[in-house]
């Protein structure tokens, strides 16, 4: 098996290896250790499941990646490539069920 071929799945953080393990500490603490109010982003899930319903789109991560990205246009003071990620797996896991 070639292990150097690239997966599907996508992700916000960068594979640059210097920055990785940070970047991965800091997905941790906003998935794991952050309050809600001290995330850098809010997540409003009545709305987002209202949006989901209306949605006409392809498969979830789809949607999750659109609303990750509408929702740091609209906050780039907030912007991180770890936030943004961690918002993404957080409306994945919602919409999910997981």
Do not use: H
Not at 16 to 27: A, G, K, P, T, V
């Amino acid at each position: 098996m070639d292990n150097l071929k690239p997966t599907n799945a996508s992700s916000f953080l960068a594979p640059e290896f210097e920055n990785l393990d940070y970047s991965i500490f800091q997905l941790n603490l906003f998935l794991n250790a952050y309050s809600e109010g001290q995330k850098p982003y809010k997540i409003d899930y009545n709305v987002l499941l209202m949006s989901f319903r209306q949605w006409n789109g392809g498969d979830i991560d789809e949607f999750c990646q659109d609303q990750t990205i509408g929702y740091f246009l609209l906050n780039p003071s907030n912007d991180s490539a770890e936030a943004r990620e961690a918002f993404c797996m957080e409306i994945r896991e919602f919409l999910s069920g997981s």
